[in-house]
């Protein structure tokens, strides 16, 4: 797609998405050393096949658990066999740097950075290892390769490269490339947004290389200046981001171009556990800020992706780390991007790995706009306003000729071809103008630059002079010092003499000490033999009393536990016959109860029978009272045999059924005196006590 450039007219933009590739490293030391120590047979928990790479899952037997797609899958894992093959360094070049480099020489600007956990291959793909050159490296031979062959066959085009190192270590970017900077000391550098160049860094040093073998000793000088740190999971673990930045320039006066192109070679630094790194001191800090930055790309993606499927635009977070700030161009800008997801295959990092995968698959949907960055010269302007004047010429001649008629179509051909010779003269003058401004800010930058270098210059000599003179008055302190150097020898010849004797004398000392110390400690063994003999003699005797104790007390324990056998037996006994005097004696209550009722009643009738009899009462003896009384009173007999005070007392009523016998009462005195007679009421009774009227 191509759209007018929101940086000028006449500049065509091209939305191109970023490339994501994958790469799963072999097994580390480390993590065959987990695997053993876990009893497991080391397995990889992912499978590449073509663009997809599946998750398996360690707990469900290796299945499939998870499955993701992108442009290029690289498997260099060693031992596993895969679909896709054996990935080597050079088949991560070619479909990366290789790529890059073509769109480069057109005049497009790239960046090829390398993202994942911290040990997960990213330094090694970005810059190998010894007599295995990696992205980086490889760039460089095939972009010097290429120019010494333009050489041959375009002798008019000629190649301008320039290459600048820096990291960002805990969010302060250090030249890797000025000598005189050290661990931990940063100069405050600015970062200004050009309109046309993107992100510039001010005060960056941009050396100018002519051939492969030169380039490639600039950037093995900055990666020796580069921060490094040993962790529990990477020996040379990367402490910093680090950004190679390599400019190229193409020129050719004769047909008029100008292309220039911005590369960035970037190794991100790892994300970091920090109970998996064990990062502690200058490294917890370190780990802080990586993740930080790395958390800030994190969103800068998520805003982008975002922009990517709306209308409506935010602005990504790009200020809130430094990182995000110097890739502006390279994520979501003016540049073709590719990104290298490095994984690992080990289920210890199976968190991080799929994290990794989840990211990387979302960064394949942010849209980066294209320029190709190409400047028409003033030679070229010139020629085609020439153009233009023998079009114009011409046209006017064919209008004002007689001779011949010239074609409407013609005529409507050249006004068009004028117009778009007009229209593209218009976007030379604009892009001569750019030019222009772009020359200026160079030189403006160039002289900064400058008048830096001549500052520094001057520092530089000021601080030789005053070396020069602190070099002198160190030689005349330095003489001084030998003669009293002299004079102390003297002194210590004279003082080792003295501690000789002083030496002997405390020898002689000490072996008196020793002497009179070996007397003491006899003595004291001899006392402690003693005291531990008796202490010894005590605990035998105490011993035995405690046996001769803990056998009677087991002797008591048999003979308590038969009497409490016993006594148990017994308190059973008397609880149940305690239960039956309970229950009798509620019983001789309520027989009580019943006797002192009838008693009373008895004593009534008693009463009224004397009454009856007596000769001072013969009206009330009357046959018809007898016999109401007789109605109303059943005759009956009460039978107090066994009552506690009386033996038995018996009543007799005259009745129509006594066939008129008189009322005879008859009493029996009590065989058993009152002592029996008390006691046998608080004894249960054996037999209940029956009463009867009416007999």
């Known amino acids: 797609m191509v759209k007018n450039s929101p940086r000028g007219a006449g500049m065509n933009v091209k939305e191109d998405s970023i490339q994501v590739m994958i790469r799963c490293r072999p097994f580390s030391k480390r993590e065959m050393a987990w695997f053993e120590a876990n009893n497991k047979e080391v397995t990889s928990m992912l499978h590449f096949d073509g663009q997809k790479v599946t998750v398996l899952d360690p707990e469900n037997s290796y299945q499939p658990k998870d499955a993701f797609t992108y442009n290029q899958c690289f498997w260099s894992t060693t031992g596993y066999d895969s679909p896709n093959g054996f990935a080597t360094q050079e088949d991560v070049y070619e ?10 020489l057109e005049g497009y600007n790239g960046c090829v950075f390398a993202y994942g956990q911290t040990g997960s291959g990213k330094t090694y793909s970005m810059l190998g290892g010894p007599g295995s050159p990696g992205v980086s490296y490889l760039f460089i031979r095939d972009l010097f390769a290429h120019i010494e062959q333009e050489k041959i066959d375009n002798p008019d085009t000629k190649y301008s490269v320039e290459i600048s190192f820096m990291e960002i270590y805990n969010e302060q970017v250090r030249d890797l490339f000025n000598k005189k900077a050290k661990a931990g000391e940063y100069s405050p550098v600015k970062i200004r947004q050009h309109p046309v160049h993107g992100i510039q860094i001010e005060g960056l040093i941009r050396s100018k290389v002519e051939n492969a073998l030169q380039c490639e000793e600039q950037m093995e000088k900055g990666v020796s200046e580069r921060a490094l740190a040993e962790t529990k999971m990477n020996a040379t673990s990367s402490r910093s981001h680090a950004i190679c930045q390599i400019c190229i320039e193409t020129k050719n006066d004769k047909k008029g171009i100008n292309k220039t192109s911005l590369i960035n070679l970037v190794d991100l630094a790892g994300s970091e556990r920090l109970k998996m790194t064990g990062a502690a001191g200058a490294q917890l800090t370190e780990a802080k800020n990586i993740n930080q930055s790395l958390s800030t790309l994190r969103k800068v993606f998520d805003v982008l992706i975002e922009n990517a499927k709306k209308k409506q635009k935010n602005v990504p977070p790009y200020r809130e780390s430094m990182l995000t700030w110097v890739l502006k161009e390279s994520l979501g800008g003016n540049s073709r991007t590719m990104m290298i997801a490095a994984v690992s295959p080990c289920e210890e990092n199976m968190e991080d790995t799929v994290s990794t995968l989840r990211y990387a698959q979302k960064a394949k949907a942010i849209v980066c706009k294209v320029i190709q960055n190409e400047q028409a010269t003033p030679k070229l302007l010139n020629n085609l306003k020439g153009q233009l004047a023998d079009l114009q010429a011409e046209l006017e001649q064919a209008r004002s ?117 070996c007397v003491q400690l006899r003595d004291k063994v001899k006392y402690c033999t003693d005291a531990i003999n008796a202490k010894e003699q005590e605990c035998r005797v105490e011993i035995q009393y405690r046996q001769r104790a803990e056998d009677d007390l087991t002797r008591l324990k048999v003979r308590h536990k038969e009497d409490y056998s016993i006594l148990d037996q017994k308190v059973k006994l008397l ?121």
């Open 95 to 104: 479909a990366t740097g290789k790529v890059l480099l073509k769109s480069a």
């Open 401 to 517: 000729s007689n001779t011949r008629h010239v074609p409407d179509a013609m005529i409507e051909e050249y006004e068009e071809e004028k117009k778009a010779m007009s229209q593209r003269i218009a976007e030379c003058e604009l892009m001569v103008k750019t030019s222009r401004e772009n020359k200026f800010a160079d030189a403006f930058r160039r002289a900064f630059v400058k008048e830096n270098y001549k500052i520094q210059i001057a520092e530089q000599k000021k601080d030789l002079l005053l070396a020069k003179v602190a070099a002198t008055q160190s030689q005349e302190a330095h003489a001084q010092a030998q003669e009293e150097c002299e004079s102390a020898r003297k002194l210590v010849e004279e003082y080792k003499a003295v501690i000789d004797e002083v030496k002997e004398q405390n020898n002689a000392l000490q072996r008196k000490v020793n002497e009179c110390r």
């Open 575 to 695: 609880t149940a016959r305690l239960e039956e005097m309970t229950l009798s004696r509620d019983k001789y209550k309520k027989e009580a109860l019943l006797l002192s009722n009838q008693n009373e009643t008895s004593t009534r009738i008693i009463a009224a029978m004397k009454d009856a009899s007596s000769p001072h009462s013969e009206k009330f003896a009357s046959p018809g009272r007898f016999s109401r009384l007789s109605s109303r009173s059943p005759p009956r007999t009460v039978d107090l045999t066994d009552s506690p005070i009386f033996n038995s007392v018996r009543y007799s009523s005259a009745s129509p059924e006594t066939n008129g016998k008189p009322f005879q009462t008859e009493l029996r005195q009590p065989s058993r005196s009152p002592t029996e007679i008390a006691a046998a009421s608080l004894a249960p009774a054996s037999r209940s006590t029956r009463t009867r009227f009416g007999e």
